[in-house]
């Protein structure tokens, strides 16, 4: 099998050097100060749930991270490197790829062809079909995908869980280091979601570093081992899920504080950034 | 860390396809059909009605020989402006000024033969050129600034009508007088040549889907059964076969003054458009990238794909095949008049693509609706032609036959989402 180095080895750390770093990182839309000195760690093999209520700013977290824009401020350390990154391409060359709510498949096209969608596999300056169909197949064999009936059938014809499972596929196909799943339950019924999060945990057991963006916390606490939450633009906690408790989360996510436990932010969230933001 | 992932059975099962004979081939293409996914079947059968209909009721005039040739040249111009337009339609757009298009590259192109005496490669050059750069302006309006393309096209229709009627020159008419350029849409090609035209076609075709499935079950993957290409090559030669032996027979009315047989020369043209604009739609990343604009064009930018680049070239793509179309017209009418190109030929060519089974809303169509759509509106028009029907009853026939393509498209299209398919 030639799956991809990424998804095939298994990284010697096991989740205590974080892949993914940001440090006080800042970002502006006019006047309004969506991000306030925000920490944020991932660490390989694992999955960091990102929660926080409508308008706490995971959707510009991920889009800064995913290089859509540049933060305005902040330390962004990716696999021990200080880098800087302002364009999708330079995300995706660090191996950052993102599965965005609306998935972002082609309706007209198959699954193979939406696979290497922007990426086709050429040979001589034809598309290499044989090659593609291949790997695709050894992706999907290599997570365990057994629900599509033919490879070779149009996406249109799949249900929610399975597009879901095709556009997570796209992410790991190129030697992806982070994968960033946005909601990927959001509209899934009780066993399509099932499904996807049986998938994400396997992307993790793989060791890829997995952020998953959800407002539900029956997901966050199947899978996430690590659970980081958002509060109006700041960090309010950087947990692990077994240190925590449901109702701390809602605490957490409603409020931005809780009792009795260490939210891993070591007080930044309160100092840096809040004061000067109105 | 958390283990209350939902637990599985670790199986390293893949997606297993089985091979499927004849029998179960055809299976598969009556139940995609009945799942709505009809594509070029309504151009067959409405072609196969058509031509029944009017073989019965003018038995003589319509089967013979030099109609049907008659009736290819007819139709080659509107094909190949529906080849263009199926570019710029599986974007979801449309390009309405196709028409004028092939007309004022067709008086570009006469005018640098006629009144410049320039040799015809060169009056050739200048059209497409004149075409290339039409589709550039239209593409960097719709791509870049956004305007639609029904507004830009229609402007392009109206405007371009002026530059040709100032090209020509009120009233007047530009006259064509290269044999190369006449022989290429009124004569026909040797009788030697047609068959091996005939057969490298047939070859060809053999050629890659033997390959193809060669390369495929090599790789351990999914290939259609020999049977199955076999029966499609043995259908494939048997039609041009049948086609080019009719049209190889001496049709002239009058042998001993000059003979006329063999294949018009038109249909070199044609398969070779077809053959390597197929190729393009198919078999490259650009092709794969129009269909992925078409289909979603947010998710064809985000795969990273240069959406407005895509957009430009399909512009440019369908105004230079209405500039060899406008050639065609040239060639079959010995000169440029301002109605070259105008009246119904674009509406022609837009209702061949979507007969042919190209959807008006983008991603989905081939390069073969073209040419099935536009022999159907061929028949169409020669036949009613042929019964001495006045125009009046040909537009509104025309017009029904496209109604009822577009029914069939939207029917399909409902069936297609009831049944999953797109």
Not at chain 1, 55 to 63: D, E, P, Y
Not at chain 2, 44 to 73: C, K, M, Q
Not at chain 2, 144 to 163: C, K, M
């Amino acid at each position: 099998m030639s799956v991809p180095s990424a998804v095939d080895a298994r990284p010697e750390q096991s989740g205590d050097t974080a892949l993914l770093s940001l440090r006080g990182v800042n970002k502006s839309f006019g006047a309004v100060h969506v991000l306030q000195g925000v920490d944020f760690d991932t660490y390989p093999g694992q999955v960091t749930a990102l929660v926080g209520d409508n308008g706490a700013g995971k959707s510009t977290l991920i889009k800064g991270i995913a290089g859509i824009y540049g933060f305005d401020s902040g330390a962004y350390v990716f696999d021990g490197q200080d880098v800087s990154v302002t364009s999708p391409k330079q995300a995706n060359a660090l191996g950052i790829e993102v599965v965005y709510q609306d998935l972002a498949l082609c309706d007209n096209l198959d699954i193979v062809h939406n696979l290497f969608l922007g990426r086709e596999v050429t040979a001589g300056g034809r598309l290499d079909e044989a090659t593609m169909e291949r790997r695709a197949k050894e992706t999907l064999a290599g997570l365990s995908v057994r629900t599509v009936k033919s490879i070779r059938q149009q996406v249109a014809s799949l249900s929610g869980g399975q597009r879901q499972t095709v556009a997570i596929a796209r992410s790991v196909l190129w030697n992806s280091k982070l994968v960033i799943l946005d909601e990927p339950t959001a509209a899934l019924g009780v066993a399509q979601t099932e499904q996807v999060l049986r998938l994400v945990r396997r992307l993790a057991d793989k060791g890829l570093s997995v952020v998953l963006i959800s407002h539900n916390l029956n997901d966050v606490f199947a899978v996430a081992d690590r659970i980081s939450v958002l509060y109006l633009g700041r960090m309010a906690a950087q947990v692990r899920t077994a240190d925590v408790t449901r109702n701390q989360v809602v605490e957490l996510i409603t409020g931005g504080r809780t009792d009795g436990i260490d939210t891993g932010t070591a007080g930044r969230a309160g100092d840096d950034g809040a004061g000067e933001a109105r | 860390m958390t283990t209350t992932a939902p637990a599985e059975q670790p199986t390293s099962q893949t997606i297993v396809e089985p091979q499927r004979g004849l029998r179960g081939s055809v299976q598969d293409y009556v139940e995609r059909v009945r799942g709505g996914d009809v594509g070029s079947l309504p151009a067959i059968l409405g072609l196969l009605v058509l031509s029944l209909v009017f073989a019965v009721l003018r038995p003589t005039t319509f089967t013979n020989s030099f109609n049907l040739a008659n009736l290819i040249n007819q139709s080659a111009a509107v094909i190949v402006i529906a080849m263009g337009l199926v570019f710029v339609l599986l974007l979801g757009e449309i390009d309405l000024s196709a028409g004028f298009t092939a007309g004022t590259a067709g008086a570009v192109l006469a005018i640098v033969l006629t009144r410049q005496g320039q040799p015809w490669p060169v009056a050739v050059l200048a059209g497409l050129v004149t075409g290339a750069v039409i589709g550039f302006c239209i593409g960097l309006l719709v791509a870049r600034l956004g305007i639609p393309s029904f507004v830009v096209t229609l402007a392009a229709f109206l405007g371009l009508q002026g530059v040709l009627l100032s090209l020509i020159g009120e009233g007047g008419t530009i006259p064509m007088r290269d044999e190369t350029l006449l022989a290429l849409n009124n004569d026909p090609m040797p009788v030697w040549l047609g068959w091996t035209l005939a057969a490298l076609v047939v070859l060809g075709y053999a050629g890659t889907s033997l390959r193809r499935a060669a390369t495929r079950r090599a790789g351990g993957l999914h290939a259609d059964a020999m049977s199955v290409v076999l029966a499609k090559v043995a259908v494939l030669t048997v039609l041009l076969g049948a086609v080019t032996w009719y049209l190889s027979e001496e049709r002239s009315r009058n042998p001993a003054v000059t003979s006329i047989k063999g294949l018009p020369q038109v249909v070199v043209l044609l398969v070779v458009l077809l053959v390597g604009l197929n190729f393009v739609l198919g078999r490259t990343s650009f092709g794969r990238h129009v269909y992925a604009v078409g289909g979603n064009a947010e998710a064809a930018r985000r795969a990273g794909i240069n959406v407005l680049r895509v957009r430009l070239a399909c512009f440019v793509i369908s105004s230079t095949l209405a500039a060899v179309a406008g050639l065609l017209l040239a060639s079959r009418n010995n000169s440029i008049s301002p109605n070259t190109g105008g009246a119904e030929t674009l509406l022609y060519a837009v209702g061949a693509a979507v007969i042919g089974g190209t959807s008006l809303f983008g991603g989905k169509g081939k390069m073969l609706d073209a040419v099935l759509g536009g022999l159907v509106i061929g028949v169409i028009i020669n036949g009613m032609g042929l019964l001495n029907q006045p125009s009046s009853v040909v537009f509104m026939v025309t017009g029904l036959v496209l109604l009822v393509a577009a029914s069939v498209d939207a029917l399909s299209r409902k069936r297609a989402a009831s049944t999953g398919r797109v």
